[in-house]
C-alpha cells in the first residue's frame, strides 16, 4: 500500500466566513465595516480559495441596525482584497428577502453584485425547487460571474443518495459552475458526508464546497471525512468567531490536513494575525451581550430536531414574547411534525421562520393550525416553489381552504417590477443600487436614504423616527 504522502496531491481549498457567515450566525450580523478594513491587507496575503463577505443577512442587517450602505461596504472590501475573490449567499428568487421578487429584479442585483466587486455568488433555494435558481444562474453566467448552486442539506424519507446525486446531474446542466452542500444545520455527520460526497462525485464533474456548522459538535470531522471523499473546497471560520453556531475554526483545518495529500499550504503565522485581530472585537461582543455564550457550545437538540442555531435562537425569543418560554420543548417536538406535514422541507430562511413559528402557534393555541400566519398559507398555496414531499392534504385543507394551489414556477406568476421601483424611489436616489435597496426593503430603505441625506447635509430631520424606534442600535 503506498504511503499516504506519496499519494497524488490535492490541496483542499478554504472559503473564509468570518466577514459574512461567522457574525452572522454568532452577533447576528452586526459586525461594521470598519472592524474589517483594517486587516483586509493581511486576509489577502492569505491564499484563501474565497472570502465571503456579503448576501445573507448583511444587506438587511447593515441597513436597520448599523446604518450602512450594503454597496458601499462591498465596494470597499473589493478595493481592499486585491487578490482574493469575494463570494456572496444569494436566496435564489428571493434574492436577499424573504419573498420572490420578479425575474429582472433577480437579474438586476446580480449584475450589481457582480458589478461592484463580487466574484462568486452562491445560489440556493429553501426547498431545492431548481425552478427557483434559474434566473440568478442565467444572469451570473451572462455577466460572467462564477454560479455557485448549494443544496440545502437536510434529512428525510426523500432525501436518498440518488436524490443528491439526481440534483447534482440537474445542477450541472443548468449551468452552474460548482456545487455546495450547505449544511445549514450541521446535520451531516462524518460518515454520512463520505457517502454524500461520494454520491456527488459520482453525479457531477462539479468542484464540491461543503459548508456546516459546528452547532451539532460534529463539523470539523465531517470536514476530514468529506475531503477524504473528494471535496474540493470547505467554509470555514477564523477562531475568535468560530465554531458554535460559526463554522470549524480555519487554523484547526489548515493543521490538520499539514503533510498530508490535502494541505491547503495556507500560513498559520498569518491566520494567528488575523485571529490576534478578532480576538479583542471578540471580547467586545461579549462583554456588550452581543455574543451570547449560549451560542457557542455544543447543542445536541440540533441533530434531534434537525432545528438550525438561529432558528433556536428565534423559537426562544417568540416564545419568551408571548410569556411562554416553559412551552419550548414542545415547541421543539412540534417542529419535526409541522416540517412533516409541509412537504418535508429543509429548515433554511425563510422555511425555518415559517415552520418554526407555525409550530410555536400551533403549542401556544393549544390546537394545531387553529390560527395560521401569512407566510405558512403562502408556502401552502406553492407560492415559495415545490417541496421534495406533497403537502399533507387535511392540513393543507384546513389553512387554506379551497384555494388553488399552483404548480407553476412561482416567479412566472410576477410581473416585471423595476420600473416601479425606480419610479418609487426616484426622489431618494444617489446611485443605481439604490432601486435594489428599496426593492428589497422599502421601509428600511427609506428611512436609511433619510438618515443618509441627513448625515450628508448636516441637518437632522429624523429626530421623532429615533424615538420612535426607527433606528435600532
Known amino acids: 500500500m503506498a504511503n499516504e504522502n506519496t499519494q497524488v496531491k490535492r490541496p483542499v481549498k478554504i472559503t473564509e466566513t468570518i466577514l459574512r457567515d461567522a457574525h452572522q450566525s454568532l452577533i447576528a450580523t452586526r459586525m461594521p465595516t470598519e472592524e ?30 448599523l446604518k450602512e ?54 445560489i440556493f433555494d429553501c426547498l431545492n425547487d431548481l425552478r427557483n435558481l434559474e434566473t440568478a444562474v442565467k444572469a451570473a453566467n451572462k455577466e460572467k460571474g462564477h454560479a455557485q448552486i448549494a443544496l440545502s442539506y437536510t434529512l428525510g424519507d426523500a432525501y436518498t443518495l440518488d436524490y443528491w446525486k439526481d440534483t447534482a446531474k440537474r445542477i ?40 456546516t456548522h459546528y452547532t451539532s459538535g460534529v463539523g470539523a470531522m465531517t470536514y476530514l471525512k468529506a475531503v477524504e471523499a473528494g471535496c474540493d473546497i470547505i467554509d470555514t471560520a477564523i477562531s475568535p468567531f468560530s465554531m458554535g453556531t460559526s463554522q470549524p475554526a480555519t487554523e484547526v ?10 494541505d491547503t499550504g495556507l500560513d498559520q503565522k498569518l491566520l494567528k494575525e488575523i485571529a490576534d485581530y478578532f480576538k479583542p ?49 414542545e415547541v421543539l417536538e412540534e417542529v419535526p411534525r409541522v416540517r412533516k406535514d409541509f412537504g418535508e422541507p429543509p429548515l433554511v430562511t425563510p422555511s425555518s421562520q415559517i415552520v418554526g413559528t407555525q409550530a410555536v402557534l400551533n403549542v401556544v393555541m393549544g390546537e394545531r393550525y387553529k390560527m ?41 406568476l410576477i410581473e416585471p417590477s423595476l420600473p416601479k421601483f425606480e419610479k418609487e424611489v426616484a426622489q431618494y436616489k444617489q446611485q443605481d443600487e439604490d432601486v435594489l435597496t428599496y426593492a428589497l426593503f422599502p421601509q428600511v430603505a427609506k428611512e436609511f436614504f433619510e438618515y443618509r441625506k441627513a448625515q450628508q447635509t448636516g441637518v437632522d430631520n429624523t429626530v421623532a423616527d429615533k424615538e420612535n424606534g426607527a433606528y435600532p442600535v
Not at 478594513?37 to 445573507?56: N, S
Request: proline content about 4%; overall charge negative; some cysteine.
Open 36 to 65: 474589517m478594513l483594517p486587516i483586509i491587507d493581511t486576509m489577502d496575503k492569505v491564499g484563501y480559495h474565497a472570502v465571503e463577505c456579503w448576501g445573507g443577512a448583511t444587506f438587511d442587517a447593515s441597513l436597520r441596525f
Open 69 to 122: 450602505d450594503p454597496w458601499e461596504r462591498l465596494r470597499k472590501l473589493r478595493d481592499g482584497f486585491k487578490n482574493t475573490k469575494l463570494q456572496m449567499l444569494f436566496r435564489g428568487q428571493n434574492i436577499l428577502g424573504y419573498s420572490h421578487y420578479s425575474d429582472d429584479v433577480v437579474e438586476y442585483f446580480v449584475q450589481k453584485s457582480l458589478a461592484n466587486g463580487i466574484d462568486i455568488i452562491r
Open 172 to 211: 450541472e446542466e443548468m449551468g452552474a459552475s460548482s456545487l455546495c452542500i450547505k449544511d445549514m444545520a450541521g446535520l451531516l455527520t462524518p460518515y454520512k458526508a463520505t457517502e454524500l460526497v461520494s454520491a456527488l462525485k459520482e453525479g457531477t464533474d462539479l468542484p464540491i464546497d461543503l459548508h
Open 253 to 262: 483545518l489548515v493543521e490538520t490536513f499539514k503533510g498530508t495529500p490535502y
Open 281 to 329: 472585537y471578540r471580547e467586545e461582543c461579549l462583554a456588550s451581550g452581543l455574543l451570547n455564550p449560549k451560542v457557542m457550545g455544543v447543542n445536541i437538540n440540533t441533530l434531534l430536531y434537525q432545528v438550525p442555531g438561529g432558528m433556536l435562537s428565534n423559537l426562544v425569543s417568540q416564545l419568551s414574547e408571548m410569556g411562554a418560554e416553559d412551552k419550548f420543548d
Open 372 to 412: 395560521v400566519n401569512q407566510q405558512a398559507k403562502d408556502l401552502l398555496s406553492g407560492k415559495y416553489g415545490q417541496t421534495v414531499k406533497p403537502f399533507d392534504k387535511e392540513v393543507q385543507k384546513k389553512c387554506i381552504g379551497d384555494t388553488k394551489a399552483i404548480t407553476c414556477r412561482p416567479a412566472d
